[in-house]
Every structure is written in C-alpha cells, then in structure tokens.
C-alpha cells in the first residue's frame, strides 16, 4: 500500500509559565516522531492522556507549530505550504473531535454547519450543496428532516454523527479522529465505531485515529503506534500488536484490556506517573517506570528495531536481534 503520509523526525514544543516563578519552560510534545500513514488504513496512535498523541494530531493538520521536521502529502512538506496549498490541504484533511456537544456551534442549524465548509472552499450551487450535504447526512444514519435542527436537538451519539458528515462534506482523502468515541456511552460507541468502519470501506478513506481505548483499536485499527512521552516506541499490524507485544509499555496497555473470553491476563502495573515532558529522562524515556530497565536504558536511547516487516519497537531488550 502506498504511503498518504510520511512524518519524519517531527518535534512540537511549547514554552509556558512555570507558575508563581514566571520562569519559562519548554514542554517536549512531539519528540522525534517517524511514522508513515498508508493510503486507505486506519492508523490507531495509542497511548495514555498526556502522551503527545492529541498534539501529534494536531500538528499534522498544522493547527499546531512544529518545531522541525517534515510531514509529507503528495510530494509536498505540509510545514512548508504556504497559505494557498495549506488551504486545499486542509480539505483533503478533516479532523473529527473528541467532544461532540463542543464541536458543532449552537447557534448555527445543522445545515448551515454542513453547508459551510462548501461555501468557503467550493463553486457549487445552493442547490448542489443542499444535495451534498443531504447525501452526507443520509450517509452517517440521520434523516434529512432533521437538517433543519440544531444542535441541543440532537444526542450524543447522534451528534458526532453530523460531526463525521462536516467531515466528509469536501470529500477529504483522510480523516483525522481524535478520540470520537470516549464521550459517548458504550452502546453508542459501538455504533460510531461501526459507522467509522462502513464509511472508510464505502469511501476508501484513510483514517488516523488517536486513542486511549485499546478495545476500540482492536476492533477498529489496521495498524498502531504505541506512544509514550512524545515518542512513538512500537509500531506494528493490530495483530502483531495484540498478539506479540514486544515493548513493555506496550504489554502494560493490554495488560489492562478486558478479554471476551474471561482468562484475563495479569494486570502489569507501573509504577509512578507519566514524567512531565518539561523535563524528560535521559535514556529511555520509558526507564523510570519499566520492570525490565538494564543500566543502558539509563544512559542511552534505543534505536527502532525491526522485529519484521511492519513490526517495530525501540528497547534494548530486541537489540541482539539487529546484530
Ligand atoms: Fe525498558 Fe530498557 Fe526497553 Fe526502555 S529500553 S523499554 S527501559 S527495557
């Protein structure tokens, strides 16, 4: 499959006030992320809250500043668009967001949120975009009855229903969902994960999905990128990920996962709190908190190594395999 996108070496960082002292500090967001999205899959970044993955995504669609790096989409750096390119890029990349009741404004009609969109960025008629947005609406399970409503008229799920059609309104080639479904109640949740499914086959759409949740990746993902503390240290298929974990970040995510089948696995605990990324460990950045940490996670960081084709993960533990 070919590659939509290509991140290479990216870093996001942000300067704040360090509270009553008013000295600055830097936060490492994004910290040397390389990560390939492949036409047509849906590319799970997983990791706990304050991992940088929200940042990453945000930083993709450009509505944060990269510090370096390169985000690639057909043959051009995004981080180097200018205002026109970075226009009808930002069609071709929609975002959806966590949270529905924050997401659609209140005070607009349904289809006038659907329809704008088409109005700034397109030439077609009031009728032709009246006809789109219909199609859209139909496409995410809604009635076209409703477009006259606003948003309080509508659930939760219902909701992130007419968040996902203003995505799809411009037809855009990936969609970037940044936790769509932890607001909502889990009979919803599936629902919108189904939904998210039919409509990635229906439009051969590309999906990046940004979550905590490793059940909605198990069922939802292609692949996955395992995120911790700005750095992506496992990628691989979902299966490869699921059945042979190799980093043990990764192995404590799962640990946690609830098995259909009742033999649930020993819960791996770690100890203390994700480090701030003001302030970031030397080495690994995973030492402080790994059961499996050798004197070399404290000094030096891991490389990627390749376990296989699509396998990959930084720790010492593979190191004997590049040899
Ligand atoms: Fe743990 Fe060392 Fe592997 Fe880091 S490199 S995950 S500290 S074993």
């Known amino acids: 499959m070919e590659n939509l996108l290509e991140i290479k070496d990216l870093y996001v960082e942000y300067k704040t006030d360090k509270g009553f002292t008013g000295e600055k500090q830097i936060i490492h967001a994004v910290n040397g992320v390389t990560l390939n999205v492949k036409r047509g899959e849906i590319l799970a970044i997983a990791g706990e809250s304050g991992c940088g993955k929200s940042t990453l995504a945000k930083a993709i669609v450009r509505l944060e500043t990269s510090?370096?790096?390169?985000?690639?989409?057909?043959?051009?750096?995004?981080?180097?668009?200018?205002?026109?390119?970075?226009?009808?890029?930002?069609?071709?990349?929609?975002?959806?967001?966590?949270?529905?009741?924050?997401?659609?404004?209140?005070?607009?009609?349904?289809?006038?949120?659907?329809?704008?969109?088409?109005?700034?960025?397109?030439?077609?008629?009031?009728?032709?975009?009246?006809?789109t947005v219909k199609e859209k609406f139909e496409k995410v399970g809604l009635d076209k009855e409703c477009l006259e409503l606003y948003p309080h008229e509508f659930s939760g799920g219902q909701r992130q229903r007419i968040a996902i059609a203003r995505a799809l309104v411009l037809n855009p080639e990936f969609i970037l969902a940044d936790e769509p479904v932890s607001a909502l109640d889990v009979s919803i949740q599936a629902q919108i994960i189904n939904l998210l499914r039919q409509l990635k086959n229906e439009y051969k759409l590309t999906f990046i999905l940004?979550?905590?949740?490793?059940?909605?990746?198990?069922?939802?993902?292609?692949?996955?990128?395992?995120?911790?503390?700005?750095?992506?240290?496992?990628?691989?298929?979902?299966?490869?990920i699921f059945v042979n974990p190799k980093h043990p970040y990764t192995k404590a995510l799962l640990s946690a996962v609830p098995q259909i089948s009742g033999e649930q696995q020993e819960r791996i605990i770690l100890e203390g709190d994700l480090p701030s990324p003001a302030n970031l460990p030397n080495g690994c950045k995973f030492h402080t908190r790994c059961p499996n940490c050798m004197d070399i996670c404290t000094q030096c960081p891991p490389q990627n190594i390749e376990i296989n084709d699509e396998h990959k993960v930084k720790c010492f533990l593979y190191m004997k395999l590049n040899k």
């Open 210 to 240: 940004i979550t905590h949740d490793m059940s909605v990746i198990k069922y939802l993902a292609d692949r996955v990128a395992i995120m911790y503390l700005g750095e992506i240290v496992e990628t691989g298929t979902t299966s490869q």
């Open 67 to 131: 510090k370096c790096g390169e985000i690639n989409f057909e043959d051009q750096n995004v981080l180097k668009m200018d205002k026109k390119a970075l226009k009808e890029y930002r069609k071709k990349a929609q975002m959806v967001f966590q949270n529905p009741y924050a997401s659609l404004n209140p005070k607009m009609k349904i289809i006038d949120i659907l329809s704008e969109p088409l109005k700034i960025n397109t030439n077609l008629s009031d009728i032709q975009i009246y006809e």
